[in-house]
């Protein structure tokens, strides 16, 4: 079974607006770590920002922001006010300790001028 | 300050070939180390871990084989390379075992084409 599910391969979003980057989980463990990371063409992994299990408050890394759905076992990705420079892979990940960082399939996102 | 370098960032071998991919961490002690693959259009595939000199676990069974000689040096190794092989490797570096603590810090990978 998938345990991370990003349903969208493709988002256009316009230069300024928001942008929200879906990801679900599947895991029964209570402590998990939830990470969202940026690949652009280049083909390095950027990380963006983490969501701990237990954390109470969304996670915010200046205009990116995980909202954090633990009942619903969703984590997306929230971009505000969308650059040129935002155009990339977006993957979600999940690591459930002891066991190591699994990926989602990746949303490509294109930012349109 | 960290950093992590990976190399050859591009190669193109035959089939049958064999493979020597590494991965160097500086500015950091005992990181736990990781290769990854990426298949074109997919996601990342864990391949293997290390959390130590000579301590390597192997995610996915294959024709690829890891080695951690010294504590900040990784090496993907093949002895004969598939067609299945292609793809982009990444390898990564982190600090401690909590969920929080594995925020995974990648170098810039290398694109292998396996002709």
């Known amino acids: 079974a998938q345990k991370i599910t990003q349903t969208q391969p493709g988002m256009f979003v316009q230069e300024k607006e928001a942008v929200t980057l879906d990801c679900t989980y599947d895991?029964?463990?209570?402590?998990?770590?939830l990470f969202w990371y940026k690949q652009p063409s280049s083909g390095e992994m950027i990380f963006l920002i983490y969501q701990g299990s237990y954390d109470q408050q969304n996670a915010t890394e200046g205009r990116y922001s995980l909202n954090f759905q633990k009942a619903r076992k969703s984590a997306n990705l929230v971009i505000s006010a969308s650059q040129l420079g935002d155009s990339a892979m977006y993957f979600c990940a999940m690591r459930e300790p002891p066991r190591q960082l699994t990926f989602g399939s990746g949303t490509q996102l294109t930012v349109l001028p | 300050s960290q950093t992590i370098h990976q190399w050859p960032a591009t190669l193109v071998q035959p089939v049958g070939s064999p493979l020597s991919l590494e991965c160097t961490v500086e500015g950091t002690s005992n990181p736990n180390l990781y290769w990854y693959r990426q298949a074109a259009g997919r996601g990342l595939q864990l391949l293997f871990y290390s959390v130590g000199i000579g301590q390597i676990s192997s995610e996915v069974p294959q024709n690829l084989s890891a080695s951690r000689p010294q504590d900040r040096q990784f090496i993907l190794s093949s002895k004969k390379l598939l067609l299945s092989d292609s793809g982009f490797y990444l390898c990564a570096w982190s600090v401690g075992l909590g969920a929080g603590a594995n925020v995974l810090t990648f170098g810039a990978g290398s694109r292998l084409t396996v002709l």
């Open positions: 895991t029964s463990d209570p402590s998990y770590g």
